[in-house]
């Protein structure tokens, strides 16, 4: 592909994934490249990077854009509201990035947009106006804090509440790239002979600083094409997801409900927590989810767990252990915040309402999940969020509607569980990239009383 080529691609695939009910990066990504063999892996690799640095930068570049531009519209509206984007937004951003991220001159931008067959049209007069303005001028320190932290300006109250007023900080630590940490499977392994296996293919990893079964690799790595992952020593998994599914303390021969499973990544946690011993049951509403387990359960070799789909608390399958749990992980849908350095494109879709509607599913599913644990057992709600609504505020709701569970410090069951320092805590656990180097993860434990 031509530099043309390369940057016509990139607006085309802004077109698909900006609008609110697009498509994921991800998904967009891999669609437009399958249906384009011919593009070679370096092509791939530029495009992509230059589209996902666009969708981590988008408040900077978009404040740039109507500094140049004097169209305020282009921002937010004094509601925090933003408009769909327009047929042209894909391309003002592309320029703007190419100018402010990547550095190039007003010529170079032009060469690229040099009307070629396969490149976009020709730059207009006001678009080498705008470059000219884009090249010369930085974003101010006194820009708004949602410009600086490249989120929805709607989203700073709610960011805030979770975040604190370090929360520029917090969120331009969601900018750069995730790491890839992997999980050991303690059923098959241990870190040390995983290590060694990823380093006989190339792979080089380090420890993960909190979590005691995982490893965090060098740079990127093709690891599903090595031998530690396809004989199932590993497993790709965030350190903040390891952690959680660590401090719900499962132990060998125990009854442990899934509830929220999906694609059962914490479900083989659990498995290898417990050794194998006991029973895990996986639930999910989506069985498209739960059939992507039972591939990774084999290469695994867990044998403890048995998925199966229900259509909520009602369901016999989950009415069958009513007060029979010993742990009860509630890993709740969620806005996915925490994630937002993997999928950066969600920092522009989640909205005020979309936040409330996961408010109230949140609540309704720990109101279906609550009776299946025993007296004596335990809850753990986990969302891999950093808004406060969908936390702490939701384990302080719990504890108002449900006077027969009591809330557990986390910090104590790190203690049983973990062999690092605990982090500080207030009796639940936010982890943060900026804080911990992990995903965004909430941790709340609460235990059901004997009486």
């Known amino acids: 592909m031509t530099p043309g080529a390369r940057v016509q691609s990139a607006i085309g695939l802004l077109g698909e994934i900006l609008p609110s009910d697009g498509p994921t990066a991800d998904a967009a990504v891999r669609g437009w490249f399958r249906a384009r063999r011919y593009a070679g892996s370096k092509d791939r690799a530029a495009v992509t990077g230059l589209v996902y640095q666009i969708l981590r930068q988008r408040g900077e570049l978009k404040f740039s854009l109507a500094d140049a531009s004097g169209v305020a519209s282009l921002v937010a509206d004094a509601s925090g509201v933003q408009a769909a984007p327009s047929s042209s937004a894909s391309r003002d951003l592309v320029i703007a990035a190419l100018v402010r991220i990547e550095g190039l001159s007003a010529d170079d931008v032009a060469a690229r947009f040099d009307g070629s067959q396969y490149g976009p049209t020709v730059l207009t007069d006001d678009e080498q106006a705008m470059i000219a303005h884009l090249g010369t001028a930085d974003t101010p320190d ?4 949602w410009v600086r932290g490249n989120y929805r300006q709607g989203l700073d109250a709610s960011l805030r509440a979770g975040l604190g007023d370090n929360v520029v900080a917090e969120m331009a630590a969601m900018i750069p790239r995730a790491s890839t940490d992997l999980r050991v499977n303690t059923l098959k392994s241990d870190r040390g002979a995983a ?3 990823l380093d006989a293919d190339g792979i080089q990893s380090d420890l993960t600083p909190l979590s005691p079964i995982g490893l965090r690799v060098k740079g990127r790595a093709r690891i599903a094409e090595s031998v530690a992952f396809r004989s199932g020593l590993i497993e790709i998994q965030d350190e903040g997801a390891q952690i959680a599914a660590l401090l719900v303390d499962a132990k060998p021969g125990q009854t442990v409900v899934d509830y929220c499973a999906g694609a059962g990544g914490k479900s083989l946690g659990l498995a290898a927590a417990m050794e194998n011993s006991g029973i895990i049951h996986a639930f999910d509403v989506n069985p498209g989810r739960l059939g992507k387990s039972k591939a990774r359960f084999s290469r695994s070799d867990v044998k403890c767990v048995i998925a199966q789909k229900i259509s909520g608390g009602d369901d016999p399958a989950a009415q069958a252990l009513k007060g029979l749990a010993d742990r009860v992980l509630v890993d709740a849908p969620c806005t996915g915040s ?28 720990l109101d279906d999940a609550a009776p299946l644990v025993r007296p004596g057992g335990r809850l753990v709600y986990v969302t891999c969020s950093i808004f406060a609504d969908e936390n702490q505020a939701q384990a302080d709701w719990f504890l108002e509607n449900h006077e027969n569970f009591q809330a557990i410090d986390v910090g104590k ?3 049983d569980v973990m062999t690092t320092p605990a982090p500080a805590t207030n009796g639940y656990l936010q982890l943060t990239p900026l804080g911990h180097g992990t995903d965004g993860f909430f941790v709340a434990v609460f235990e ?3 009486e």
């Open 448 to 450: 059901r009383n004997t």
């Open 338 to 365: 925490g994630t937002w350095r993997r999928a950066p494109e969600g920092k522009w879709r989640v909205t005020e309402k979309t936040l409330l509607e996961q408010v109230v599913g949140q609540r309704s599913i």
């Open 142 to 145: 006194s820009a708004p804090d």
């Open 413 to 415: 069951i790190w203690g």
């Open 195 to 197: 290590q060694a296996s």
